[in-house]
């Protein structure tokens, strides 16, 4: 009985052995798949977009908007920093013309746009995002009682304006022009924002700006429309520039601004669609 009960031990430990080894097995290899489909999942999404930075110089009169969409595309794409630089478009112009570094050029008109395409300084081509009409921005309640485009002509009115290489001192003109009308402004501003801050601290009593400036400014200067805006519409272009050091994260970033997500904001802003 000795001799027969050794080796019926001796089979089950073996079996139990054998048990035990499958049993690991199994474990380690559903470890194993487990730890691969995260380390995938993890690396799918730390590659879902382009990372890194990029500075944008764009027209004074997108501050508010693109300020909003830089914020939102860096929250939804962690490890990217956007950059702006905000000035009237014929001195981003220059600045980029001289060397200054930038990723994405935005623009009040076609026209300064164009600039940098026949200097061989813009990549492939610039696509329209939106459109923008000028409007007269006044004091609060409208004291001058200010009405029409001709009322910016009487001589009891301190005007500012754009200057003629600005988008907006551009469409100024072209609003003269179609009407017959001069205008005598006691300034011409390199930017619709520094016309906007004069009408806002009272150095003013109006300036032509942009319907989006008024509705951004909203208890701080009013807003008089007149129809002859119609004769002077901007629209806007983006484009990436050819010494972009993050050509990807750019064009990614020029897509948002033209993606459903990105219109919408600029519609909320006062911006016409392209």
Known sequence: MICTSRPLVAIGTAVV?????????????????????????????RSAGPTGDITVFAAASLQQTFTELGTRYEAAHPGTTITFSFAGSSDL????????PADVFAAADEANMAKLASTDLASGS????????????????????????????GSDLQVVVCAAP?????????????????????????????????????????????VTDVQGAAGKVDGVRFPESDEAVNTYPIGVLKESQNPTLAAAFMSYVRSSAGQKVLRAAGFQKP
């Open 166 to 210: 600005v988008p907006c001192g551009a469409a100024t003109q072209e609003v003269e022009t179609a009407t017959g009308t001069t205008l005598t402004p006691v300034s011409e501003e390199q930017s619709v924002t520094d016309v906007l801050g004069k009408v806002e601290s009272g150095q003013a009593d109006a300036g032509l700006v942009y």
């Open 93 to 100: 112009v220059t600045q980029i013309q001289a060397g200054a």
């Open 126 to 153: 610039p696509q329209d995002f939106a459109k923008n009409v000028l409007e007269i921005a006044v004091a609060p309640g409208n004291p001058k009682k200010v009405t029409s485009f001709d009322d910016l002509a």
């Open 17 to 45: 052995a054998v048990l035990a080894l499958a049993g690991c097995s199994s474990n380690g290899s559903s470890s194993s798949s487990a730890d691969a489909s995260s380390s995938g999942s993890a690396s799918s999404s």
